[in-house]
């Protein structure tokens, strides 16, 4: 090896080294998955300069691969996608555990085309790293057509490795730190959030309302004659029956702007961001027609037909606090259900005089 060469391997390694370096101090920082993630984005981007990469996770609840993090050109056709475990080359190092370095795809039968497909670019060399932690693959990194050609080299492939070392450890730290706090704000039957969740939350979306002018609404609901289920299949069915309710209340919500809770006994709420009152009320319509086309407990054998009393307030017309949007709306749920239940009502404005006002076009022809 030549002076010059010599120089350049050993500045590499320093470069590394100090990546690394800074890599362990950074991940052992944080416990948020969000921030673990962009720290891995950063360091793999600026020691080892790949045209495209990915961080391929394992999602917990389907067994599926999908990708946490893409970059480059195409990238955001790769976010939707998903891939089985065992397909093309990173789905092959997942499941084998077992990194891969490959200079020419177009001779590797592992390879996937429809990813190239997808995002309309042209993979030619490739370099995939499981991410382990304590001996369980959560997912892969992957590069893609290095910085120059050909492609990448087994001192890439020693630098990905110790990369992804790092992080995954780091990963499942913050995944068993996710977990820790969701017990603490998660109901242990329905897998909705608990009441003091709700309250938490609903006092920082107020003051954000508020502060941004925008509006907040909140739908509460009670079970019309959920006791009879009780007193007739027992409480275990009774238990059963909840966490439908809350599955089906999760599946009604839009992503990233609902949030369901079960508030107590068979009432639940549902904190809808920047919604408005008649907003509100389209979403409270939806669940009333939901609960009327949903049978429950038939994994049980059963088939139970399950209406709901829903109430309305909204932030800012109906309270301006927290705990006065509550209270406005589980009164507009109790005048639902004293006018007849399986209906919506909403709240008045609290200058207003008189009660919570019906909506006559949601109650049931029954």
């Not at 407990?297 to 705990?323: C, I, K, M, N, Y």
Request: with cysteine; aromatic share 6%.
């Amino acid at each position: 090896m030549n002076p010059a060469d010599l120089l350049s391997a050993m500045k590499r390694t320093v470069e590394q080294l100090a990546a690394y370096n800074e890599m362990a101090k950074a991940l052992t920082s944080t416990l948020e998955l969000r921030e673990v993630l962009a720290l891995v984005m950063q360091k793999v981007s600026a020691l080892l300069k790949p045209r495209n990469w990915s961080l391929i996770l394992q999602d917990e609840r389907s067994g599926k691969l999908y990708f946490e993090i893409a970059v480059g050109e195409g990238a955001e056709a790769l976010k939707g996608l998903q891939l089985n475990p065992g397909e093309g080359i990173a789905g092959a190092v997942f499941s084998s555990g077992v990194a891969r370095l490959v200079h020419d795809v177009a001779g590797d039968s592992s390879f996937a085309p429809r990813f190239d497909e997808a995002s309309a670019f042209h993979t030619r060399s490739l370099l995939a790293v499981p991410l382990v932690a304590r001996e369980r693959v959560l997912g892969v990194i992957e590069l893609v057509n290095g910085p120059t050609e050909p492609g990448f080299t087994h001192d890439d492939l020693t630098a990905l490795s110790a990369i992804a070392d790092y992080a995954a450890i780091a990963i499942e730290n913050a995944r068993n730190f996710r977990r820790v706090q969701e017990l603490t704000i998660t109901d242990e039957h329905t897998g909705c959030f608990n009441a003091r969740h709700l309250r938490a939350q609903l006092e920082q979306e107020v003051k954000r309302s508020a502060r941004f002018r925008h509006p907040l609404s909140l739908v509460f609901l009670d079970l019309d004659h959920f006791k009879s289920i009780n007193d007739r299949h027992g409480h275990l069915v009774g238990s059963a029956t909840l966490k439908e309710v809350g599955d089906l209340l999760i599946s009604l919500g839009r992503h990233n702007l609902d949030a369901v809770f079960r508030y107590g006994g068979d009432e639940f709420a549902v904190m809808l961001i920047e919604t408005d009152k008649e907003g509100a009320q389209v979403i409270a319509q939806r669940i009333c027609e939901a609960f009327r086309g949903q049978r429950f407990l038939r994994a049980q054998g059963l088939d139970v037909a399950l209406t709901a009393s829903v109430g309305v307030a909204s932030f800012p017309e109906h309270a301006t606090t927290s705990t006065d949007l509550i209270r406005a709306a589980d009164f507009a749920m109790y005048a639902a259900k004293g006018r007849g239940r399986d209906r919506i009502a909403v709240s008045e404005a609290p200058s207003a005089e008189g009660t919570p006002m019906e909506v006559p076009y949601a109650r049931s022809g029954g």
